[in-house]
């Protein structure tokens, strides 16, 4: 089956400082998109990237969908303490039924003040 | 998470015993579906649903069933719990497409002793 690759797995950064994230797959997606998990809840969708090449941000988030479709990016610049938690990359195939999602394993991200 | 509804948030089960995890969501959404999440495994796909009558196999199916009578509701039945699933459990819906959001519940937390 379809697998994405999430990397790094975690990271421990400063406040203050710009993380980088990203996911690669060898299947081509149609969508891509990033979720962040607080402990104790479900994931919530960041930024959804819809055409390959696209960049977009949220405030502070900055996502980019690959020109080959196989890879994301997603970067926060300023990072600061509430940005803790695990964040997902996703991506969904054309013509799939619905709209299952295919999740990387996540990012855990550690923010010190 | 608003509009999706999970319970139980927590359960414990022995061995052999059997639970319904509920999932009830009252956007009109076709299609929902079920996630289960492991430490450093993402989230994979259980079971899914475009629809009332229709469902059909995700990644991980084996010891799940499910149904789909309403357009409102996606149980996800264990028929004889076994320690493996012990897990976090996700219900999912959306409207039917790409690109439409994806709307999480809040997670539901299940140890199997």
């Known amino acids: 089956g379809q697998q994405l690759n999430q990397s790094p797995q975690s990271m421990f950064i400063q406040e203050g400082e710009d993380v980088s994230m990203n996911c690669t797959s060898s299947?081509?997606?149609?969508?891509w998109l990033w979720y962040k998990q607080d402990p104790g809840e479900g994931p919530v969708l960041l930024i959804a990237l819809y055409k390959a090449g696209e960049l977009t941000s949220n405030g502070r988030l900055t996502a980019q969908f690959g020109i080959t479709r196989k890879d994301s990016f997603l970067n926060i610049s300023a990072s600061i303490p509430s940005d803790v938690g695990i964040y997902f990359c996703?991506?969904?195939?054309?013509?799939?039924?619905?709209?299952?999602?295919?999740f990387g394993k996540g990012t855990t991200l550690s923010v010190s003040s | 998470n608003a509009g999706v509804t999970q319970t139980p948030k927590f359960q414990v089960l022995k061995t052999g015993q059997s639970m319904t995890l509920q999932c009830a969501q009252d956007?009109?959404?076709?299609?929902m579906s079920w996630y289960r999440q492991d430490p450093g495994m993402g989230l994979r796909l259980i079971h899914y649903?475009?629809?009332?009558?229709?469902?059909d196999q995700g990644e991980v199916p084996n010891g799940y069933n499910v149904s789909r009578s309403t357009t409102e509701d996606f149980p996800l039945r264990l028929l004889s719990a076994a320690p493996s699933q012990t897990s976090v459990y996700f219900c999912?819906?959306?409207?039917?497409?790409?690109?439409?959001?994806?709307?999480f519940g809040e997670g539901s937390w299940l140890t199997v002793v």
């Open positions: 956007m009109n959404h076709e299609y």
């Open positions: 649903s475009v629809g009332a009558g229709i469902t």
């Open positions: 999912a819906s959306s409207l039917i497409g790409v690109g439409n959001t994806i709307y």
């Open positions: 996703a991506g969904q195939l054309l013509g799939q039924a619905g709209t299952a999602l295919i």
């Open positions: 299947s081509i997606f149609n969508t």
